[in-house]
């Protein structure tokens, strides 16, 4: 309630389509997860419709209000209650879709199937790097064991990060993912850690400064006139 309470207060009861016409946003999808069908299932809430002719492989809507688009896709199991909405029940994203980059590229193909496209930037929130010590290595795991490395494997962000290398051309995949100094949990309230998770991401930044100003330059292009006549054509097409 607390929860709802703030959103509320921040968002407002606009729905996702109304934000999108007023606040003049980009579009905008919100990843969550569907918990009570029978098998789990990434469900996007859109601040938009697909163009007549395309359908999206993946469940969704646009008529949900924002806070509760918000709600349900933060609501991570051990922290929250599952969101009900309707007949479903939802959870938080990451727990089927931890890297949603794949369902990006469906989306952006959805709307705009004729286009190119021209840079995708996938956002991480930190990766540990350790050493795997050969005499620490075991030859067996306890049930438990079992459990968590299944549980850290469904959530993995990395195996899709190399796919999407692979898969989309050269220059147009771009990942920020900063090393950190420790595996920093969802609910971290160590000050000493939360300064360090600060410096992690300072000297990440200060070391990828350039790929920071490529990035953006990127991103700020505007279509070329090549672009625009293509555009254009489609578009008188389509009419």
Not at 30 to 37: D, P, R, W, Y
Not at 160 to 180: A, E, Q
Not at 196 to 218: C, G, H, P, W
């Amino acid at each position: 309630k607390c929860i709802k309470r703030s959103l509320l207060k921040v968002i407002g009861e606009d729905t996702l389509l109304e934000i999108c016409g007023r606040w003049e946003t980009p579009m905008l999808s919100i990843v969550s997860c569907t918990v009570n069908t029978p098998t789990l299932q990434p469900y996007i809430f859109r601040t938009y419709g697909h163009p007549s002719g395309s359908e999206s492989h993946y469940r969704g809507g646009c008529n949900h209000k924002v806070w509760e688009a918000l709600q349900a896709s933060a609501a991570a199991p051990g922290y929250f209650q599952e969101v009900s909405l309707g007949p479903l029940l939802y959870q938080d994203g990451g727990v089927l879709t931890n890297n949603p980059t794949a369902l990006a590229v469906h989306e952006a193909r959805m709307l705009w199937p004729r286009e190119r496209i021209q840079c995708v930037v996938s956002v991480g929130n930190g990766k540990t790097v350790s050493e795997v010590e050969l005499n620490g290595v075991k030859l067996s795991t306890r049930l438990q064991e079992k459990i968590l490395r299944i549980i850290d494997s469904a959530t993995d962000t990395e195996l899709v990060d190399l796919c999407m290398r692979d898969t989309l051309s050269k220059g147009s995949y771009i990942r920020f993912n900063p090393c950190t100094s420790y595996p920093y949990s969802l609910d971290e309230t160590d000050p000493k850690k939360l300064e360090q998770m600060s410096q992690d991401a300072q000297l990440y930044i200060s070391r990828n400064q350039t790929k920071f100003e490529a990035t953006a330059k990127v991103l700020l292009a505007k279509p070329s006139l090549k672009q625009r006549f293509i555009r254009n054509w489609n578009n008188l097409i389509i009419q």
